[in-house]
């Protein structure tokens, strides 16, 4: 049960408690499992929200769960001319015995962090970043689905909120964060994925953002999602911007690519490339197994000429959302390839399984990433 009101007190030091404004109107039980039941990605909301506010005077202040409900800004505000905006994604997993999980909160808090250096907003300490997620999930613990593979997906995110149109940093900013109930992210099983190389457009640029979780990145990275759509491919992989010759990373995954040799290989994070929570722990367990992951450029010539003659055996992306994707075809212009057979990779499936089955507390977490919520 949600408690009736009261501050929610976390377990994180030094964090006051959230006051905490119950929602006068939740869903019903029935109509919340009847959400439950087939959560489609990104479209249902729990009942609250936490929020954190910031202005230039006071710093972070109104630590808070309330309803979830729309915003109020004012046309002028920062955000909608400047896109001062960053975010975060990660879930909470229901682990057998009820209990909820999250993974590597701190590596986003301090993701979180950066981003907002580089975006000049103002930076929300770790401690009350992992705080904001078991604030919201002590509310809307129902909201954690439990069937295999479902989850309650966190968006944690930062808005400049000041209304001035004047150019320079915001003086008043909003930390949210907002919950969606997520099934297994492909419907069905986990399905392959074609993958368009986009040579027209770039998501990011040598001192860019790139490295920054923004949502101005998004917004550059659309038109070569929708290139990707117009040739018949599910997602799109972009190249660096200066040569437009070594992969980058999707519009929201990294990538990694399976030797037939069983070394691995993915690009390093030199500013360009979003520094993924799931592309650190994947290295870790491929490091863990022996094998050899290098973090290295990988020229596409050599990526499509390796798939043609046998040398790289599997392709895959990850994030957080979709875990890990394989990846059966990659296209562009001028080549159109098949990559492991056009199907599912063995080295592929089996760190989604590995790491899938740490999150859901079903095998050992050697290196500590889980973290109790509830
Ligand atoms: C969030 C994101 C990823 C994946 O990061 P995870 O921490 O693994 O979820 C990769 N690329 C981009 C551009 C992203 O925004």
């Known amino acids: 049960m949600s408690p009736a009101s009261g501050p929610l007190e976390t377990a994180v030091k030094g964090v006051p408690p959230f006051a905490f404004t119950p929602n006068p109107s939740p869903r019903t039980p029935a109509e919340r499992a009847a959400e439950l039941a087939d959560p489609a990605f990104g479209v249902v909301y729990s009942d609250h929200m936490a929020r954190i506010t910031w202005d230039e005077g006071q710093g972070w202040h109104d630590h808070r769960v309330v309803p979830f409900a729309n915003l109020e800004l004012s046309p002028a505000a920062s955000v909608l001319h400047y896109a001062g905006e960053i975010f975060e994604g990660l879930k909470v997993y229901r682990h057998a015995d009820g209990s909820l999980f999250t993974f590597r909160p701190y590596a986003n808090a301090a993701r979180f962090a950066r981003s907002a250096r580089r975006m000049a907003l103002p930076e929300l300490p770790e401690a009350d970043f992992v705080a904001s997620l078991q604030a919201l999930t002590q509310a809307d613990a129902e909201w954690v689905p439990s069937a295999p593979e479902t989850s309650l997906y966190l968006r944690p995110f930062m808005l400049a909120t000041e209304p001035f149109i004047g150019v320079r940093p915001s003086h008043r900013v909003e930390y949210i964060v907002i919950a969606s109930p997520v099934g297994s992210y492909f419907k069905g099983g986990v399905a392959p994925v074609s993958i368009w190389v986009e040579k027209e457009t770039h998501r990011a640029g040598v001192g860019g953002t790139g490295a920054a979780k923004t949502g101005g990145n998004y917004a550059a990275a659309m038109l070569g999602q929708e290139n990707a759509y117009a040739h018949g491919c599910e997602q799109v992989l972009f190249l660096d911007s200066v040569t437009s010759t070594t992969i980058e990373e999707l519009g929201g995954m990294n990538v990694f690519v399976v030797y037939k040799d069983g070394s691995v290989a993915t690009p390093p994070t030199s500013g360009t490339i979003l520094e993924g929570v799931t592309r650190s722990s994947i290295i870790q367990l491929l490091r863990d197994r022996g094998l050899k992951v290098s973090e290295t450029p990988i020229k596409l010539a050599e990526l499509v000429a390796g798939a043609k003659d046998g040398s790289v055996a599997e392709v895959f992306a990850c994030g957080t959302a979709a875990v890990v994707t394989p990846v059966k075809r990659l296209a562009g212009e001028g080549f159109d390839v098949p990559v492991a057979d056009g199907g599912a990779g063995e080295l592929t ?19 500590e990433w889980t973290y109790r919520l509830v």
Do not use: F
Not at 349 to 367: A, F, K
């Open 349 to 367: 499936m089996s760190v989604r399984q590995e790491l899938t089955d740490i999150q859901y507390g079903r095998l050992p977490d050697p290196h």
